[in-house]
């Protein structure tokens, strides 16, 4: 898929943070407090990237998750608006999906910060 392709496939908005970097506002997300089981996909490509078994609510305003599916992100230094953080994007096809902290409440430390409009739950 070109990026003119995914363009028409995206809302403005999905565009903005999934190929732009961009980061919804908190609490806006569909997903946030949705607890159906499932498997999280990558809006532009429909990859895996998470089960909704790794999600829980870490009162930031954003779907979060403690473990990410086998080989499903990446990870990429993210040094914008003077912050060293780590940028977690779609192994498949590059998309930009949230943050990953290593301040997680869980056993795995790990607290994966994503933007709802990102992913699809299926
Ligand atoms: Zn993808």
């Known amino acids: 898929m070109n990026e003119e392709d995914i363009k028409k496939k ?3 908005e999905e565009y903005k943070v999934l190929r732009q970097k961009g980061t919804e506002a908190p609490f806006s997300g569909k997903l946030l407090h949705d607890k159906r089981t499932g498997t999280y996909q990558c809006k532009v490509c429909g ?6 078994e ?8 954003w779907p979060s998750f ?4 086998p080989s499903a ?4 230094q993210d040094t914008t608006h003077g ?3 780590t940028e977690v994007v ?3 096809c590059g998309s930009h999906l949230g943050h990953l902290f290593d301040d997680g409440p869980t056993k795995t430390g790990k607290r994966y910060c994503l933007n709802s409009v990102c992913l699809d739950l299926i």
Do not use: I, Q, Y
């Not at 790794?54 to 305003?61: E, P, R």
């Not at 403690?66 to 599916?69: P, Q, R």
């Not at 992100?73 to 990429?76: A, C």
């Open 83 to 85: 912050m060293v953080r």
């Open 66 to 69: 403690d473990e990410a599916l």
């Open 10 to 12: 995206l809302t403005p």
């Open 90 to 92: 779609c192994k498949n």
């Open 73 to 76: 992100v990446g990870l990429k």
């Open 47 to 52: 990859a895996d990237l998470f089960s909704s």
């Open 54 to 61: 790794s999600k829980f609510d870490s009162g930031t305003g």
